[in-house]
Nanobody
């Protein structure tokens, strides 16, 4: 079982910035495409950004001009830099490997990190 630990969330004002981190326990972290998912209140979990082992990045249209995903394979860590935050981005953010059909690959989720965007 892979452990995933998200951190970096917290209250932020609209227009503000935040950097999220995710540490994964797997020894072969570098081979996985990794992604950030979010779940807003009353909505289903959605993939917002992912990055391949070759560091090719992809973003949902709603965040592509504001978010930057990156990774540090030496530290088994995934990052999400979030700028120009909007209230509708309020959600719990989770990380996971991304498999077929952009579905989460690891069998278990971490606890996520809460990002409330509010003035």
């Amino acid at each position: 079982q892979v452990q995933l630990v998200e951190s970096g969330g917290g209250l932020v004002q609209p227009g503000g910035s935040l950097r999220l981190s995710c540490v994964a326990s797997t020894s072969i972290f570098s081979i996985y495409t990794m992604g950030w998912y979010r779940q807003a209140p009353g909505k289903q979990r959605e993939l917002v950004a992912h990055i391949t082992s070759d560091r090719i990045t992809n973003y949902a249209d709603s965040v592509k001009d504001r978010f930057t995903i990156s990774r540090d394979n030496a530290k088994n860590t995934l990052f999400l830099q979030m700028n120009s935050l909007k209230p509708e981005y309020t959600a719990v953010y989770y990380c996971n490997a991304v498999g077929s059909g952009l579905q989460p690959f690891f069998g278990s989720w971490g606890h996520g990190t809460q990002v409330p965007v509010s003035s």
